[in-house]
């Protein structure tokens, strides 16, 4: 999908009711019509997912694949540049939560923010996870299957299977554990 003009009539001219159809028909997902989604093909779901309104899906050049029975709360904000956002299946996410597939480079004095370029790291959110409200996962994260990330948390670094984190930045606290 390299040609422009292409990319502005999908982005801006395609009615959003006729995207939600879209995406409602060919994943048997539940995307409420107040979402904003990008129509595109990099953009997957899982039979059963639900993504909630006010929510806002977009790529640039990467693919978001969010798994079956999954859900996307109100708020929150999915996007990825060159590389994959992938969400598991049975993964919940709470409102207002951020997971960024890219960032802007900034290091450099010598030249504007703008012209730095900006880098790009996938996001890998496994199996079971549950994600908490408010928080903010950054480039280049995976985040083990089962684990459990806490409210207003920003998670920078990899989250182990299973884990407990919270904080800023969220670090491990504890880890789930069998019925015994």
């Not at 990467?62 to 929150?76: H, K, P, T, Y």
């Not at 995976?142 to 299977?161: K, L, T, W, Y």
């Amino acid at each position: 999908m390299n040609n422009p003009i292409k990319r502005i009539f999908q982005r801006y001219l395609v009615p959003r009711f006729i995207i939600t159809l879209y995406y409602i028909i060919r994943y048997r997902c539940l995307v409420s019509n107040q979402t904003r989604i990008q129509l595109s093909g990099s953009i997957s779901f899982g039979k059963g997912a639900v993504v909630k309104p006010y929510a806002v899906i977009q790529t640039q050049g990467g693919r978001i694949a969010i798994g079956r029975q999954s859900a996307v709360s109100s708020f929150d904000h999915i996007s990825t540049g060159i590389k994959d956002v992938i969400i598991g299946d049975y993964v919940r996410i709470a409102p207002n939560v951020t997971i960024l597939g890219g960032s802007r480079n900034f290091q450099r004095r010598d030249m504007r923010i703008m012209d730095q370029g900006s880098s790009h790291e996938g996001v890998i959110i496994g199996d079971d996870v549950l994600i908490g409200a408010n928080v903010v996962i950054l480039p280049g994260c995976h985040i083990g299957e089962g684990a459990v990330i806490g409210a207003g948390s920003v998670v920078n670094q990899d989250i182990p299977p299973y884990a407990i984190a919270a904080g800023v930045p969220a670090k491990v606290v504890g880890e789930r554990k069998d019925k015994g």
